[in-house]
């Protein structure tokens, strides 16, 4: 993008601005020194990271798409059934390009996922030197703050797209500040969506900043937001064409739409409550009141801006969705983005003072400060998720789970197994063996990624949650534990997979009316969108229908359903 009024100042201005501050003249540090103070943040999370590698489960869902994808099954879960399993679109692809030279994916992303996590931090602070155009001395206060964190350390391993966000949301702001004008930065700044779908509200407030900043020709403004949306534009046509849905299959399982303000706030006071997150942040706002801007270094206002702003929006959101179940994990991009202006700061009374705080508090929490029910689920059903696969898995560093600690699972993987070997059609409904419609093995198991671990790929691993089982996905939601609130009775899996006898505790009129309903009305279309041969008529038929099927539930009783729709 061409500007037509420049943002970046002539260094001696910048030097200029950074003596006049009533602190006194700043002392230049060696170019060793700048070099350091960039890495060593990197660095420092690099060894938290390390030290508490690990994998979760939800990084295992990942993995069998990707290994679906190697095979030629394309971007499913379980082959012969098109289901976007993957929220983080650019992670899932990134996981293949590492897969393809025989590198072992789960590897692959808890490894991954600690140097994108590094990557962020070095490119946080030089875009913290770039805001404030200085090679004078600065200080750490930011990067305290989340180096301080226990959740920080988890989340830049655990095989999901976490660490990916962090690099992205760095370099985006870096790129911000220091070229806001070219298309290169417009492309970056658009990617938000296809890191998670809820980063689109930073991509908007990226780009909204862009062009306060560079303030363009009408054209200029046209052509850089379509090379911001070109990505994502075309990947979105890709997935209603492919899958049928507007979103990826979690948002749908999860009701991305919905708001749940009452649960989304415990879930913030679970984060921000035991580690006192008030305290830093009341020291950071202290030293940028405008009663301290005599004594402080303030910088540019929009490039400075626009990360708290984004970052409020992310915590707004998470917030209004009802968190996450994972402790922490849905509120670190962020808590990242609004400390961004402030990852290292200029030398000078008033910062010194606020870093000499946060630093004590920093040595408190990193060393004593953590959630009272490490390795277990808490209340509200948070949980310290990378405690539980710990103990689960007996491992310090669990990375394909055998959950040695956890006798279910292990009993769940026994079957998988002689059922595979078996080679007969088995329908493992609630582990008990039954004949199914398929010539290979279907497993249904809550913990997806175990399940889609064990289960071969030409299997099908079936969650009643409906991560990646869009019949359970569009069921409705029922009271239950955040992100795992909707339960697809059992009588629904028979109907769809089954044959053969009934199970026993199985009702013959539910699974009657079941089958009934899945031959009716939009649940048939939902059938057809997502297991039908994929034609051209097939993906337009997908696209114009995306909307409504985004946006049908079902009722779980299937005599119910078949009411509503087959008019019975």
């Known amino acids: 993008m061409t500007p037509t009024h420049s943002y970046i100042r002539e260094p001696d201005a910048a030097l200029g601005l950074l003596n006049s501050n009533r602190g006194g003249p700043l002392t230049t540090p060696r170019p060793y020194v700048r070099v350091t103070l960039c890495l060593l943040p990197a660095l420092l999370i690099a060894v938290a990271g390390f030290r508490r590698r690990w994998m979760s489960d939800d990084g295992h869902i990942y993995v069998r798409t990707v290994r679906q994808i190697l095979a030629g099954n394309g971007p499913v879960f379980n082959a012969g059934e098109r289901a976007e399993s993957s929220t983080g679109t650019l992670w899932q692809w990134l996981l293949a390009l590492a897969g393809l030279p025989g590198i072992d994916i789960a590897r692959a992303a808890m490894y991954g996922g600690l140097l994108l996590t590094a990557a962020g931090f070095a490119f946080a602070s030089l875009g913290a030197l770039r805001l404030y155009s200085t090679d004078r001395t600065v200080l750490p206060l930011g990067c305290l703050v989340l180096l301080a964190l226990p959740p920080v350390w988890d989340f830049a391993t655990s095989g999901l797209e976490t660490g990916l966000a962090t690099c992205w949301i760095a370099g985006a702001w870096l790129l911000l500040v220091a070229r806001p004008y070219s298309v290169a930065t417009s492309v970056v700044l658009g990617l938000g969506p296809l890191v998670r779908p809820d980063l689109a509200l930073v991509s908007a407030v990226f780009l909204g900043a862009q062009w306060l900043m560079v303030r363009p020709s009408r054209w200029t403004a046209l052509g850089g937001l379509g090379a911001a949306m070109a990505l994502p534009l075309a990947y979105e046509i890709f997935r209603v064409g492919y899958y049928g849905q507007l979103m990826p299959l979690p948002g749908v399982t999860k009701e991305a739409s919905h708001s749940l303000w009452t649960r989304g706030l415990f879930y913030l006071t679970d984060f921000a409550g035991p580690y006192l997150l008030w305290m830093p942040a009341l020291l950071i706002v202290v030293a940028v009141l405008p009663s301290s801007r005599g004594r402080t270094v303030m910088p540019p206002l929009v490039p400075a801006l626009a990360p708290v702003v984004a970052g409020l929006l992310c915590w707004a959101y998470v917030i209004k969705v009802g968190g996450d179940f994972m402790h922490g ?15 290292l700061v200029p030398l000078t009374r008033a910062w010194a003072m606020a870093t000499l705080g946060v630093a004590l508090w920093a040595v408190v929490c990193a060393g004593w400060l953590r959630v009272p029910y490490a390795g277990l689920i808490g209340p509200g059903g948070v949980a310290d998720e990378r405690g539980v696969y710990v103990r689960q898995n007996a491992a310090p560093h669990p990375l394909h789970h055998s959950f040695a600690g956890y006798d279910a699972n292990a009993d769940y993987a026994r079957l998988v197994r002689d059922a595979a070997r078996a080679g007969t059609p088995t329908l493992l409904l609630a582990r008990t063996p039954v004949t199914a419609n398929s010539p ?16 071969p790929l030409n299997g099908a691993a079936l969650d009643p949650i409906g ?14 534990r955040v992100g795992h609130d909707k339960r697809l009775p059992d009588a629904w899996i028979f109907a769809d997979r089954g044959d053969g006898e009934l199970p026993a505790g199985l009702d013959p009129a539910g699974v009657a009316a079941a089958r009934r309903a899945l031959g009716c009305g939009q649940l048939a279309e939902l059938r057809a969108a997502t297991r039908a041969p994929m034609t051209p008529d097939r993906f337009w038929r997908n696209i114009t229908g995306s909307w409504e099927r985004t946006s049908f539930r079902f009722p779980n009783d299937p005599v119910l359903a078949e009411k509503k729709l087959c008019g019975g």
């Not at 670190?332 to 402030?342: A, E, N, R, T």
């Not at 869009?470 to 239950?480: D, V």
């Open 329 to 343: 994990r849905m509120l670190l991009p962020g808590l990242l983005l609004m400390l961004l202006p402030v990852f």
């Open 440 to 455: 290979t093995v279907t497993g249904v198991y809550n913990t997806l990624g175990f399940s889609g671990t064990v289960v």
């Open 467 to 480: 991560l990646a089982y869009p019949l359970a996905a569009h069921s409705e939601r029922i009271p239950g």
